[in-house]
Every structure is written in C-alpha cells, then in structure tokens.
C-alpha cells in the first residue's frame, strides 16, 4: 500500500467544524486511496460532535461498483454514529451519471443526515 503522501487522493476531507467538505478530486479510485477517503471521512466523526458534511462531487469520477459497495458497507458500519452526529448531509453534484452512482450506493444502504 501507498503512503498517502505518495497516493493521488480519490477525495480531500477538510474539517472545519461543524462543517465537513468532502471534495473529489477527479482522480481515479483505487482500493488504496478508496480506503483513505473512507478512513478520512471516518476521522470526521473522532471528536463525537456534531456535524454536516457538503460532498462536492463536481470533479468525481465514477467509482467502482466494488467501491460503491464498499462505500454503503462503510455507511452500515457507522450507522449509528453517522444517525447520531450527522445533523446534514449536501451534495454537489452537476453530472447525471454521478448522481445515478449515488442512488445506486444508497440502494444498497440508505444515508442519515442526508438533505433531499
């Protein structure tokens, strides 16, 4: 595995609570940098706050379906905390097949905080 200094970043998560911005970075998934997006957004929720968190999906590439399932996976595990401190959830996202990809992730798993 990559150092993440050394990984393109799939997506940069900057806290600047209680807002949380999630930008892709048009990069190309791979398991490695996957894996640190969701360990970056996983850090968001340390300090058992709340929080909302803006998903600025303007440069994202299409993930995996393996990284979808990866991604609801990831959402099932920390249900609890993502219902209990996600007090918002926003997306920006200006493609159709983007926000396709999205409906299919949250087939699998719904999202709490999610803004509609």
Same mark, same amino acid.
């Given at each position: ?55 600025? =999906?303007?440069?994202? !590439? $299409?993930? @995996?379906?393996?990284? &979808?399932?990866?991604? +609801? ?26 926000? =396709?990809?999205?409906? !299919? $992730?949250? @087939?699998?798993?719904? &999202?709490?905080?999610? +803004?509609?």
């Amino acid at each position: 595995m990559e150092n993440k200094l050394d990984m393109t970043q799939y997506a940069i998560v900057e806290h600047q609570k209680p807002i949380v911005t999630v930008t892709f970075t048009g990069e190309k998934g791979t398991d490695e940098n996957f894996q640190q997006y969701l360990a970056d957004l996983e850090s968001s929720y340390d300090d058992r706050q709340s929080l909302a968190i803006i998903f600025d =999906a303007s440069k994202a !590439t $299409i993930p @995996s379906l393996a990284h &979808q399932k990866k991604q +609801a996976l990831w959402i099932s595990q920390h249900w609890k905390t993502i219902q209990t401190y996600c007090k918002g959830t926003a997306y920006i996202i200006p493609h159709f097949a983007i926000r =396709a990809v999205l409906k !299919t $992730i949250f @087939s699998f798993q719904n &999202q709490a905080g999610l +803004a509609r």
